[in-house]
């Protein structure tokens, strides 16, 4: 069975940091690209960055902030986030991408930017 | 990258069809035939409905089909059920900057 669980979400204050993971199982790792999306309080949801043979994206609104990694070895994948924002408040998901989509995901971590 | 244009809000009676559009631009939808589609009860993971515009995943009833035509992608839902009030997301591949963009999101009312 295929499994991702997020974890590291919590309450940090804007200008901090936090590191999400995901922990992946039930599936052949290292041969799937990784996304993390991301769906704000009322919101939709939003690609954040992937990582992959193709290399690795950011969107527009966490590029120089944010890095994703993984660990082959381990079966893990990152997301640092730093320089956060209120606007980076939201349900962080990891998901593995097949076929340019994504059938397997996480249940996501919450992560919420507050003073 | 903006995002995919949905319709806020589509509704149908149990038994009917419903049918939710996904315009965005040659640069994504109109580009690329990888476009696919998510239905997501809140406080849940998003569940893959469609890929590559209308394959369906192992298990996804056949109620559910997608199409695209130019910069317009669309998901038909048959046979409406109460269990498929939820959120509705299309999603395209976009080339290389930014590989992955979401629709607006479209939110089914079963009446």
Redesign the interface.
Known sequence: EVQLLESGGGLVQPGGSLRLSCAASGFMFDRYAM?W?RQAPGK????VS?IGS?GI????SVKGRFTISRDNSKNLVFLQMNSLTVEDTAVY?C?ALD?????N????TMVSVSS | ?S?LTQPPSASGSPGQSVTISCTGTSSDVGG?N?V?W?Q?HPG?????LI??VN?R?SGVPDRFSGSKSGNTASLTVSGLQSEDEA?Y?C?S?AG??????????TKVTVL
Do not use: I
């Open positions: 996304t999306v939709g949801l939003e690609s992937v193709r994206r950011y969107a527009e998901f998901a076929n340019f989509a994504s059938e995901w996480g249940r996501g | 990258q995002a690329y990888y696919s998510y997501h849940k993971a998003p569940k893959l890929y590559e394959k995943p959120d997301y999603c591949f290389n900057n930014m590989p992955y963009v979401f629709g607006t999101g």
